[in-house]
């Protein structure tokens, strides 16, 4: 049975940092690029940043760029994406996602809010 199970989300200021986690099952994790998307109220699921399966590439959203940063670790089947100087425009829902050709696996998301 696959899963994605995403933590870390929660309330924090504005110029505050988070650190989402999301712990794969199921699957053969290191085969697998990993992303984290974000959907705000109202708004399309968007990118945030994606990793390549040996964690040897990343890319990132314009905005996120500089901000955000997205690791794995593949022994211990899991995904990270470390948020600094965070925004009020940040405040979304995260998912995580796994990729591998044409197949996708998505986590059931984490509620991140950038309030003060």
């Known amino acids: 049975q696959v899963q994605l199970v995403e933590s870390g989300g929660g309330l924090v200021q504005p110029g505050g940092s988070l650190r989402l986690s999301c712990a794969a099952s199921?699957?053969?994790?290191?085969?697998?690029?990993m992303s984290w998307y974000r959907q705000a109220p109202g708004k399309e699921r968007e990118l945030v940043a994606r990793i390549t399966s040996t964690g040897g590439s990343t890319n990132y959203a314009d905005s996120m760029k500089g901000r955000f940063t997205i690791s794995r670790d593949n022994p211990k089947n899991t995904v990270y994406l470390q948020m600094n100087s965070l925004k009020s425009e940040d405040t979304a829902v995260y998912y995580c996602?796994?990729?591998?050709?044409?197949?996708?696996?998505w986590g059931q998301g984490t509620q991140v809010t950038v309030s003060s």
């Open positions: 199921g699957f053969i994790f290191s085969f697998y690029d």
């Open positions: 996602n796994a990729q591998r050709r044409s197949q996708y696996y």
